[in-house]
């Protein structure tokens, strides 16, 4: 199987795992794992490393709408390096505190690749899941499209300072909180726009029309060396971490003016389909 396959078949037997996070008494929790081979670049430092796999739990925690409140690691390498594991627990202490969350620790494992699998918890009473979207809704993300993309191109051209940097991003959890009174429903952007899309109107059971220019970062026009580049990178790439919502067309201009963040609308939410200016958009993106 595939991954996606696997996905829906781990949905099927457990319906509370479709969404980004599940969702027990009030509180929602997520895990995820990272290994150096698939998610961390030649010249990621152990601090970027941590940020970003504690941000990728916490990112989770953002679409569902909840406020964030701890995160763990299983931190897992070959050996033990003094300076690389502080420099780890500083990056995933600092993505915690710029949530207002809380690293409190994990676990430590041999392991012959490095290797991190985290967890996030979150708070709220009204959790926004995948499945609320209507037609006629907006079809919004905030932020930009293809940082991560970006990141990988500096990696592999040596730019190891300006890649570190993309890496690091900020997980949305202040713009799920506001959103989450407005949007009908909503999940993160890791698997990229298209497939994000495409998961949630699935779990809507309708379609989608969206239609560019996409808020595509700049950091992919440095990178790209063509238009067809540029498109696939924003687009399809993922790993952005950005919130992918539906909102009711009524209550887009004051999310917007909710929002801590920039939130661009990207499109509107049909009976059936996924188009991009008027194309079929296909069900393709990040893959572990």
Do not use: K
Not at 192 to 200: E, F, N, P
């Amino acid at each position: 199987m595939d991954e996606q396959t696997a996905l829906r078949l781990v949905g099927q037997r457990l319906p509370a795992a479709s969404d980004d996070c599940a969702v027990l008494d009030g509180q929602v929790i997520t895990t995820d794992m990272l290994h150096e081979r698939t998610d961390f670049p030649a010249g990621t430092t152990r601090y970027t490393a941590g940020w970003r796999a504690v941000g990728a739990s916490l990112s989770d925690v953002a679409a569902m709408g909840a406020a964030a409140t701890a995160a763990v690691a299983v931190y897992a390498a070959p050996e033990f390096d003094e300076t690389e594991l502080s420099a780890f627990l500083d990056g995933a202490t600092a993505v915690c505190a710029a949530v207002g969350a809380e690293y409190v620790g994990g676990d430590l494992d041999g392991h012959s690749e490095f290797t991190v699998a985290t967890t996030a918890l979150g708070e709220t009473d009204d959790p926004v899941r995948r499945s609320g979207a209507d037609p006629g809704d907006a079809l919004c993300v905030t932020g930009t499209l293809g940082r991560t993309a970006a990141a990988i191109r500096l990696f592999e051209r040596g730019d190891h300072e300006a890649a570190n940097a993309l890496f690091q991003f900020t997980p949305r959890v202040a713009a799920g909180r506001a959103l989450a009174p407005y949007a009908s429903a909503m999940l993160d952007s890791s698997d990229g726009l298209a497939r994000s899309v495409h998961q949630l109107v699935g779990a809507s059971d309708c379609g989608a029309a969206l239609a560019g220019p996409l808020p595509v970062d700049d950091r992919v026009d440095e990178v790209a060396e063509s238009a067809e580049e540029r498109h696939e990178l924003g687009v399809f790439f993922g790993e952005d971490f950005e919130l992918v919502a539906a909102v009711p067309e009524d209550d887009f201009e004051s999310a917007r003016g909710a929002v801590p963040c920039s939130l661009h609308r990207v499109g509107t939410v049909t009976d059936s389909g996924v188009t991009l200016d008027g194309d079929p958009l296909s069900d393709r993106g990040y893959s572990h």
